[in-house]
Structures are given as structure tokens and as C-alpha cells.
């Protein structure tokens, strides 16, 4: 297993404007990533209408870039209207990626999100069969339990503090550099 910063790709947050980012790297990824990341079969369509809503789940996105391309992705979604008690992530890397250390980066910055929110219980669910979501589950101390065919995962974060929250927003001002300079190229390809 080789380690996320040999790779050449950078982690960052998507902005709302970058939802076809994500429609496209879902639509990418094969069967068997699709059918754990969403624990069934989905169709190309599905799949369309669920990136369409990324901006109205009020959720956080985070992405593994290489260059423009987006090749992976982790989301927290907050359970309810406001950003309370609980949440949910879930995350899914292309086939070529997987096994290279970027689901655990991911996977370690929505925790962080999640603190810095003040969400006291981050609950990831995935089928039973899917080992490497249960490894990422375990390497970060989530409780998982068995229940009705899929793995509930549990973890706690630590509150909030002032080295979670400078740490967000320096990689916040980074990414929104990133997202502005990718949207100028691509302005400037469409000239």
C-alpha cells in the first residue's frame, strides 16, 4: 500500500458549482465500486439525479483531484436541517486508486469536518462484504456492529479545537484557490 502523499493529486473541498466534478467521478466508478459505494446496484441515471443534489444536502464533499479530474470522494451529510448530534459519511474511490491510503485521507478529513461542526456521532453503514470500508472504519476507532446484512460503523470525534479549526480553514482558502484557478482553465479552453 502506497501512501496518499506519493500520489500525484491533492485533497480538497468541492464548492457547489463543482457538482458535475462529482457526477463524473461517480459515473466512473465500475459496478463493484458503485454497489459499495451505495450498497446496490445504481444505473447511470441514479447517479445523475443524486450528484444534481449535492448542493441541496447541505453536506460537505470532499475530493482527491488529479489535475481537474476528481477520482475520488468523501461526503458528510448532516442528519436533519441544521448541523446537530449526528451525521453520516460515506466515501468511494475509482478502481485504479483504491488500496492506495486516499480513502483513509478522506475518510480522516470529514472527521475533522465533523468535529469542527460539533457532530458528536458520525455513523457510516456499508455491506458486509465490503472489507476495505470496514479497515478505514476500524483504523479511525469506529464501533461496527452487524445489522441486517450491512456494517454500521460508529465514531465519536473529539470536539472541536482551535488546531482542527485553523487546520479546515487553511486547506478551505487552499482549495478555493484550486477550484478558482481550475474554472479559469476551463474558461480559458472553451475560448
Known amino acids: 500500500m502506497s501512501d496518499q502523499h506519493q500520489l500525484p ?7 457547489p ?10 459515473l466512473r466508478l465500475d459496478k463493484a465500486s458503485r454497489r459499495m459505494r451505495f450498497a446496490h446496484g445504481v444505473s447511470d441515471s441514479f ?14 464533499v470532499y475530493g482527491y483531484f488529479e489535475g481537474p479530474e476528481l477520482r475520488a470522494a468523501a461526503e458528510l451529510k448532516k442528519l436533519g436541517d441544521t448541523w446537530g448530534r449526528e451525521a453520516e459519511a460515506a466515501f468511494s474511490v475509482e478502481q485504479p486508486l ?4 486516499i480513502g483513509t485521507e478522506l475518510m480522516g478529513r470529514v472527521i475533522r469536518a465533523a468535529r469542527n461542526r460539533g457532530v458528536q456521532h458520525l455513523c457510516l453503514s456499508c455491506l458486509a462484504e465490503n472489507g476495505k470500508m470496514r479497515a478505514i472504519a476500524a483504523h479511525f476507532g469506529a464501533e461496527l456492529r452487524f445489522e441486517y ?7 465519536i470525534p473529539a ?3 482551535y488546531f482542527s479549526i485553523l487546520a479546515e480553514a487553511v486547506e478551505d482558502r487552499f ?6 484557478l481550475d474554472l479559469h482553465n ?3 479552453k472553451a475560448a
Open 149 to 155: 446484512g450491512e456494517i454500521i460503523g460508529e465514531i
Open 98 to 101: 483504491q488500496e492506495h491510503g
Open 47 to 60: 447517479i445523475e439525479d443524486y450528484a444534481a443534489r449535492m448542493v441541496d444536502m447541505s453536506g460537505i
Open 9 to 15: 493529486g491533492d485533497i480538497r473541498k468541492l464548492w
Open 17 to 26: 458549482s463543482e457538482w458535475p466534478k462529482f457526477r463524473d467521478h461517480l
Open 175 to 180: 482549495g478555493y484557490m484550486m477550484a478558482v
Open 159 to 161: 470536539g472541536p479545537n
Open 186 to 188: 476551463r474558461v480559458l
